[in-house]
C-alpha cells in the first residue's frame, strides 16, 4: 500500500498538524510504503520572502523527522525535487472543469480574507491532485480541512481514466474521526490564520504562558464546571492517557478544582507528550548534515517513483 502526505512549510507546527496529520502518517509508516514531501510549490501561493521560504522548508524538513519520520522506511522529500509533478498538473488542468475549483473552500476562504486570487491559488487543488497521483497513492492521511481537496483529487483522476482509459488509481483519504479537528486555544479550530495555536516546540516558558491564559468562564473552584466545550479538556485527551483524562473530567464534574489547577495539569500533559520529540531534535540539531542526506535520497526515490507514472500519462494522453 502506497501512503502519500504533505504539509506546507508555511509557518511553525503546532498541534493541530501534529495530532490532524502527522502522527497518522508517522503511524502509517509501518502499514506500508510511506512518501512524506514538504509542500513548497504549494508554499509559493503565500510567501513570498524567498530566504523564509528556504528557512522554514528546512525548519519543517527538521521537525517533521524529529515527530518521527524514519527515513530508513519512508522517503520524505521535497516536493519541488520532482519537477514533473507541475506537468502532471498541467495535464491534469486540461480536463479539470472551473467550476469544481471554485467550489473549493480554501480558494474562498483565502480570498474572503483579502488575499490576491493568482493563478496558482485557484489550481492549488489541481497541484495536490498532481502530488498524489503522481506516486500511485491508495492512503492519503489529512486532516479534516482537506477532505474537498481529496475529493477533487478522485473527480480529476476519475476524469482522466474517463478520458484516456485506465491511468490511475484512486486514492482514499485517511482521516481520524477523533483527532479531525483539534481545537485552539480560543476553542475554535486551532489555525496559524486564527492566532490560537500552540507550536510542539513550544519552549516550556511561552507554552505555559499560553495555557494559563487560556480563557475560562467564572465558576468557583468549588462548583463543577461545564465539560461540554472545554478547551482544556479538548486539549488534554489528546496528550493524556484515558485514566488521567477520566480525572480531570472527574474533576470537572466534581468540582473542587480550580481552573488554575487544571491548567497547570493540561501544561504538564502537553509537555512531557512532546519530551522525545524535543530530545529527538536536539540530536537533528547536532548532526546538520542529516537532513540534506535525507532529502537528497528522498528526491532520488521520489523521482525513481514518479518517472513510470509519468511515461504512462504522456503515452496515454499523446505526448
Ligand atoms: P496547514 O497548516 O493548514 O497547511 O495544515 C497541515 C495539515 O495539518 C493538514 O493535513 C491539515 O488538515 C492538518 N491540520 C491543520 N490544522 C488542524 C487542526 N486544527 N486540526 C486537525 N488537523 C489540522
Ligand atoms: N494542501 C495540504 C495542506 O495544506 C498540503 C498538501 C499539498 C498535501 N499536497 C498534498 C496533503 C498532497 C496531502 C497530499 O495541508
Known amino acids: ?9 508555511t ?7 501534529y495530532f490532524g496529520m502527522m502522527r497518522p502518517a508517522v ?29 522554514n522548508s528546512r525548519e519543517l524538513a527538521i521537525d517533521f523527522l524529529a515527530c518521527g519520520i524514519d527515513p530508513s522506511r519512508s522517503v520524505f ?12 498538473a498541467w495535464i491534469l488542468s486540461t480536463v479539470t472543469p472551473m ?25 492549488y487543488p489541481v497541484l495536490m491532485a498532481a502530488d498524489i497521483l503522481i506516486y500511485d497513492s491508495d492512503l492519503v492521511p489529512v486532516g479534516r480541512d482537506q477532505k474537498q481537496h481529496l475529493e477533487v483529487t478522485r ?15 484512486l486514492p482514499k483519504p485517511d482521516i481520524r474521526d477523533d483527532t479531525a479537528i483539534v481545537p485552539g486555544l480560543d476553542g475554535a479550530k486551532m489555525s ?3 492566532h490560537n495555536t500552540i507550536a510542539i516546540f513550544e519552549s516550556e516558558a511561552a507554552l505555559k504562558k499560553k495555557i494559563m491564559g487560556i480563557k475560562t468562564d467564572s465558576t468557583p473552584v468549588e462548583a463543577p464546571k461545564p465539560v461540554e466545550d472545554s478547551v482544556i479538556l479538548g486539549l488534554y485527551r489528546l496528550v493524556a492517557s484515558e485514566a488521567d483524562f477520566r480525572a480531570m473530567e472527574g474533576d470537572h464534574l466534581a ?26 531534535r536536539e540530536e537533528i540539531f547536532s548532526d546538520p548534515e542529516f537532513v540534506d542526506r535525507v532529502l537528497a535520497e528522498g528526491a532520488v526515490r521520489a523521482r525513481a517513483a514518479a518517472d513510470p507514472v509519468m511515461s504512462r500519462v504522456r503515452a496515454a494522453v499523446g505526448l
Request: glycine residues 12%; positive net charge; proline residues 3%.
Open 192 to 194: 496559524k490564520s486564527y
Open 27 to 55: 503511524e502509517l509508516q509501518e502499514r506500508g510504503d510511506a512518501f512524506y514531501f514538504i509542500a513548497d510549490l504549494h508554499a509559493l501561493t503565500t510567501v513570498r520572502d524567498p530566504a523564509a521560504l528556504r528557512a
Open 155 to 169: 473527480d480529476i483522476a476519475v476524469k482522466i481514466n474517463e478520458t484516456y482509459g485506465e491511468v490511475f488509481k
Open 1 to 9: 500500500m502506497r501512503i502519500l502526505s504533505g504539509i506546507q512549510p
Open 77 to 88: 522529500f521535497r516536493q519541488s525535487d520532482v519537477p514533473s509533478v507541475t506537468e502532471l
Open 99 to 123: 467550476g469544481l475549483l471554485e467550489r473549493c473552500h480554501g480558494f474562498k476562504d483565502k480570498t474572503a480574507r483579502g488575499m490576491a486570487a493568482s493563478h496558482g491559488l485557484f489550481a
Open 255 to 280: 468540582g473542587g478544582v480550580g481552573y488554575g489547577d487544571l491548567k497547570k495539569r493540561l501544561f504538564s500533559g502537553i509537555w512531557e507528550y512532546f519530551a522525545p520529540q524535543r530530545a529527538r
Open 11 to 17: 509557518g511553525t507546527l503546532h498541534l493541530g498538524n
